[in-house]
DNA sequence: TAATTAGACTAAAACGTTTTAGTGAAACTT
DNA sequence: AAGTTTCACTAAAACGTTTTAGTCTAATTA
């Protein structure tokens, strides 16, 4: 594909009558450039179909105009990929747009030996969009020096040149209590994250505030910590179930809890949403599927791949904002009475 | 992060005692260099960490080693990106694996205008997967000049440099009929894709084998043909029975029109799977959460992610292989009797 | 013994950019 | 009138590779 290469700066340069340095600068947009020899050569550029070489710039540029996104490890029996894929292509069509290109980078994992710097020099980025990361990962650690831009999701560090990209988790858990106590539940139990995850203690804040300023008292016993998982939904509302027969609404931090629990529920004999109300934290595809339908709170995943492209690239030219939460939205199906 | 530049092919050279060209020759596998200088360069690179830049290497190579993946235009309601993100994942992870840097080219309909031949030039790609290419598209008939590698995924183009990925689809539809025949099932309907998809011939070809094969006379009324989406599959449901009130089996081909038809007959109130059984293609991870879970006939996604990397490198590298066909699997869940 | 070949290596050009350090002319200051 | 500043531009080096076209020595062949 490289033989007869494109249409290079030099064709440019050449029919615009100007030296190749004058056709980089007005590309790049530096000021000591006439107007009319600018627009002559954006013109001519545009005409023979001029693209920049991404590799040739950043061989020799500061920056590469290349940025990664480093995703979890794969695992088959995951099924909220669809989460991640919306975030992914939210990232890409972003960055593309601002003419970044994006580097995938799976399996982290598989570098731990080398340093996170130093993968990031091999590959020429920019910086690096973390998702998925463990807070016992090495990476998590050497992020955290702030030597290089990077963005996390769903962990609020917002030091040197790290960015922080999440949904507003205490308003996504106040909206779920509010819709119960609406309803009229006074025993309304929490399905929580585990308790060393931000965005866990997030939504207990959230929990609590929500019930304090409804006036109903706190009872630390309706409140379970699985991890997220449909497994430890289960086990969540067994357990629960076991501490007070008379729960009427449940919130879980994730929809895959939500619906271990549903599963569960339902095992049990009881009825949704005439039982027990319930509602999720996420919005996976799959929710739309189960039945009943999971009412939930949404997290736009697509919007969180642009935030995060947003954020790394403005980490990369020195800006300062470094971090942008989103709007969580509640989404009514058939968990709950509506 | 390109201020301090790493490790470069120059380093090695000093440390080795010999010149730059001859360090580049051995990475790149040339013959005419001795055995124990090679050993001592291999040694010596892996010591101080050097990584060939993989920008410069494109910049001057013949071969960037870059391949593109192109998938189709991000629906914010599409539900089955799990099963996309699988694909990707496992093309980046081969790729990466033999050496290739993976390019995304998302939203490839918005460059519609300009030839398919000169976006890989600009990206420097040495070749690209299309997923998800409508037949219609404008880049379908550029690819098919077969001026550039070409992996495409579903539709069975073998010229030149163009391969073909997918999953058996006569054996799978086959799989599913052989499992009604065996339930005693005499009629057996069939939702189809539309009928300008090469799966949709291949999976009713499959259909008529598998019925004549057990002297199961055929009858064309029993089959609808749909589109793939969900709303088509209950758009089959009732036109099907319609014209048949006995059916007791359905075969959909995919996933999403099995869970339309599911919706539908739970409409009509027939119960799944002792009134009718029925069989999907394709094992979205949405068909695990349904109700009744979905029998399916699985294409594993990960491997044809896989499947096109291999292909994709072979083809680039002019070998001629240029199809894998992947064996499909029933799994049965909830929605037969088994 | 002279000529050829094989083996192991190298110098330098090339890839397409950006960036540094200017240059020359015109327009202002003093 | 001499010096300074601004404006618009440029030549050439640099980035890290691969590749072309050798070179030099030793071994083989005629």
Redesign the pocket.
């Known amino acids: 594909m490289?033989k007869n290469?494109?249409?290079?700066?030099?064709d440019?340069?050449k029919k615009a009558?100007?030296?190749?340095?004058?056709?980089?600068?007005a590309?790049?947009g530096?000021?000591?450039?006439?107007?009319?020899?600018?627009e002559r050569i954006f013109k001519i550029a545009e005409e023979i179909g001029?693209?920049?070489?991404i590799?040739?710039?950043g061989?020799?540029?500061?920056?590469a105009n290349r940025i990664g996104i480093a995703i979890e490890d794969y695992d088959e029996n995951e099924p909220t990929y669809s989460f991640t894929y919306r975030i992914l292509v939210g990232f890409m069509e972003y960055a593309s747009e601002r003419g970044y290109e994006v580097v995938f980078l799976p399996n982290l994992s598989k570098y731990q030996e080398s340093r996170l710097v130093q993968i990031l020099k091999d590959y020429h980025l920019d910086g690096v969009f973390l998702v998925g990361l463990k807070l016992s990962d090495e990476f998590y650690k050497q992020a955290l020096r702030g030597e290089f831009p990077c963005v996390l999701f769903d962990i609020p560090i917002k030091r040197g040149k790290i960015g922080f990209v999440g949904t507003d988790s205490i308003k996504g858990a106040s909206l779920a209590i509010e819709h119960f106590v609406k309803n009229g539940h006074k025993k309304i139990a929490f399905i929580n994250g585990h308790e060393n995850a931000y965005v866990s203690l997030q939504r207990l804040d959230g929990y609590y505030l929500s019930l304090m300023k409804n006036d109903i008292t706190i009872d630390k016993t309706l409140i379970y910590f699985g991890d997220f998982t449909e497994e430890s939904g289960k086990e969540g509302v067994r357990e629960l179930f076991n501490r007070h027969r008379d729960i009427s609404a449940i919130f879980a931090a994730s929809d895959l809890m939500a619906i271990g629990a549903i599963k569960e529920l339902k095992k049990m004999g009881k009825r949704i949403p005439d039982d027990v109300e319930i509602i999720g934290f996420d919005d996976l595809d799959l929710s739309a599927y189960i039945t009943p339908k999971l009412s939930t709170i949404r997290q736009n995943s697509y919007k969180i791949g642009v935030s995060a492209a947003t954020l790394l690239i403005n980490l990369i030219n020195g800006q300062n904002i470094n971090q942008i939460i989103l709007e969580p939205e509640l989404v009514l199906r058939q968990s709950t009475k509506n």
């Open positions: 490289n290469r494109n249409v290079t700066i030099k440019v340069a009558g100007v030296s190749v340095s004058t056709v980089s600068r590309f790049n530096y000021s000591d450039i006439n107007k009319e020899t600018r001029y693209v920049p070489s590799l040739a710039r061989m020799r540029a500061e920056k």
